[in-house]
């Protein structure tokens, strides 16, 4: 039984295309709606691997201005969302491409709001949400399969001067077109595509598991999980494999259209503040985090762990194992500062994903999970 069974809203405000070789419908996409200043946001590393080329290519040829913004950093900062709006707005840029993981579809939201708001300070429009403009219009292409983000209107961005990661949401950020296609991540690497996998993965589970999940985010979620349990080691061990990449892809668009409509949970609201303050990866931080949360969620989730299972077919303890030793996580071990626990405590509690866990965690509850997943140095 779902806790809202019977009952519950579903819209996908963006339009999703998927599979090998549709990237390059962002040009015809682009030439269809008549833009003509295209601000494509992308990180270095993007860049360097050339992806970008094909896609700059047609857009010339199609007579189509480009300018690039390649200043988007990993765990992206606020910093990165002025200085794209800075520059796409110097432009003139009347459409936005995200070409990149997480963070480069995470900016191009950030930015794209800001520029059809002529305003900077994403955080200012955030607690004006109520009365901000829709974004300028954007299309999301994801070089990694994880972060769902091509099909929400969440953007995780670091504010570092406190430690914080910021969890940003609102209807007008959602893209236009997600365009998916898994031939961009045949040449992402193993550890990437465990990490980003794991993401996927947390995002469908946590999803599965929320206080507002439904029947069609179920489906969403238990498909993903299949997929991921299915996939994620060949797509680690054997990266051109593309059915493999097509499979971690729909996955991750899966889990993010389910996570945008019924929120996460505990693993994300903590591994939020472990690389808020530590700037750590966030698939490891919801690897080190995804054992212990799952363990302590449990007593609040027995019918659903037992539907899980029986939908799946499989033990969900052994498929996690499974999936957690594709690499060696104490290659990986995070350690936390004394010191900062008590903040990264309230923050979590505090922190939008914390309000769908399956079960209320007491701030000793999160203290107990950080110290079960992290060294704690000593004081
Ligand atoms: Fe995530």
């Known amino acids: 039984m779902t806790p809202n069974a019977g009952c519950f809203d579903f ?23 008549g833009f003509e200043r295209v601000g494509l946001v992308t990180t270095e590393e993007i860049v360097e691997l050339g992806l970008h080329e094909e896609l700059t290519e047609k857009l010339r040829n199609d007579k189509k201005k480009v300018e690039l913004f390649t200043g988007v ?3 992206p900062h606020l910093s990165d969302i002025k200085e794209g709006y800075k520059v796409l707005q110097e432009f003139g840029a009347d459409c936005l ?61 670091s504010s570092p001067e ?15 077109t997600a365009i998916v296609d898994p031939e961009l991540t045949l040449t992402l690497p193993p550890e990437l595509t465990f990490f980003t996998g794991i993401d996927a993965f ?21 498909k993903a999980m299949e997929l991921v349990f299915e996939s994620l080691e060949t797509a680690v061990h054997h990266g051109d494999n593309l059915s493999a990449r097509g499979d971690m892809a729909l996955a991750s668009t899966l889990g993010g259209a389910a996570m945008q409509h019924v929120g996460l949970g505990l693993i994300h609201a903590m ?19 995804l054992t212990n949360v799952l363990g302590f ?15 799946l077919d499989t033990s969900l303890v052994e498929e996690i194992d499974q999936l957690l030793e594709i690499r060696d996580l104490s290659d990986y071990q995070v350690t936390l500062d004394p010191e900062d ?9 505090n922190n939008v994903n914390a309000e769908t866990n399956p079960r209320t965690a007491s701030r000793e509850d999160v203290r107990e999970l950080f110290g079960a997943s992290f060294e704690v140095e000593e004081s």
């Open 297 to 311: 969620n449990e007593e609040a989730t027995p019918e659903r762990t037992e539907l899980l299972e029986k939908q």
């Open 97 to 157: 491409v995200g070409l990149g993981g997480g963070s480069a579809i995470d900016v191009t939201k950030g930015v794209s709001l800001c520029l059809a708001n002529q305003e900077s300070d994403l955080v200012y429009l955030d607690r004006q949400s109520e009365n901000v403009k829709p974004a300028l219009p954007f299309f999301a292409l994801p070089t990694t399969s994880g972060t769902g983000s091509e099909v929400d209107y969440w953007a995780v961005i």
């Open 271 to 289: 591994s939020h503040q472990v690389s808020g303050f530590y700037d750590t990866n966030h698939g490891l931080a919801n690897a080190l985090l």
């Open 11 to 33: 819209v996908l405000p963006t339009k999703v295309r998927f599979g090998p070789g549709q990237r390059t419908e962002v040009a015809s996409e682009i030439r269809q709606r």
């Open 162 to 176: 406190n430690n914080q990661k910021l969890s940003i949401g609102m209807p007008q950020m959602a893209p236009l």
């Open 202 to 222: 947390s995002h469908a589970l946590e999803a599965f598991f929320s206080s507002e999940s439904n029947e069609l985010s179920d489906m969403l979620s238990l």
């Open 73 to 75: 950093t990993s765990n």
């Open 341 to 349: 626990l008590p903040e990264m405590v309230k923050r979590a509690i």
